[in-house]
């Protein structure tokens, strides 16, 4: 959890005019594990989000077993709030791109909205593969307000501030003891160092 992190939600906040639930994921499927165990994760999610309004820590996914899909998640959420509230799942261009290794990834937009947050080096007009391409062309809006007509279905470009430095690069930084801290919330990288988070690997995997 770095400062970028915290900086697109809180313009998604604003744009959206709305509360950004932060989701860390018990299992990611994409991905191995990052470093930190789920519980740790969640704290440094909590410890970020202090201070900024409308930032909410949602645990739902560490309660729920088995992977993290994100089809599930979106799922529980429209049973919550019925069929016509708008829902709108805020995700990196970066991850947007790869959208279609996702589990079920064509059934999202018929449960929530996408918010897609510009990346650095990742360009959403050349950069999507041909499938997804095509299976976005009709659905970008052009202001918010679009989306508060539908339950689902549509997709935002959200422009904020680039952060260049990237979660896996403040990992690595923090593995060779490079200059780490102050790309993390103070709080946050007051944790890392007390855990010892992210250490140097030696060949063997660990999940901590």
């Not at 003891?177 to 060949?203: F, K, N």
Request: proline content about 9%; charged content about 20%; aromatic content about 6%.
């Amino acid at each position: 959890m770095h400062d970028g992190h915290i900086a697109t939600a809180c313009a998604a906040r604003d744009a959206l005019a709305t509360r950004v639930h932060m989701m860390p994921a018990a299992d990611p499927p994409h991905r191995p594990p990052p470093g930190a165990n789920a519980l740790q994760r969640a704290h440094m999610l909590d410890l970020a989000i202090v201070g900024h309004a409308g930032l909410v820590l949602d645990r739902r996914e560490l309660a729920r077993p088995g992977r993290s899909y994100t089809i599930d998640t979106l799922r529980e959420l429209r049973r919550e709030l019925g069929p016509d509230q708008p829902i709108a799942l805020l995700l990196g261009a970066d991850n947007f791109i790869g959208l279609a290794s996702w589990h079920d990834w064509q059934q999202l937009a018929d449960y929530a909205h996408f918010v897609v947050a510009a990346r650095p080096g990742v360009a959403l007009d050349h950069d999507l593969p041909a499938e997804l391409r095509q299976w976005a062309r009709p659905r970008w809006a052009d202001a918010p307000a679009a989306m508060r007509k539908s339950p689902a279905g549509m997709l935002f470009r959200l422009n904020q501030p680039l952060h260049p430095v990237s979660a896996s690069q403040v990992r690595q930084l923090i593995a060779v003891h490079g200059a780490w801290r102050e790309l993390v919330p103070a709080a946050v990288a007051d944790y890392i160092g007390a855990e010892g988070l992210y250490p140097a690997r030696t060949g063997v995997h660990s999940p901590l």
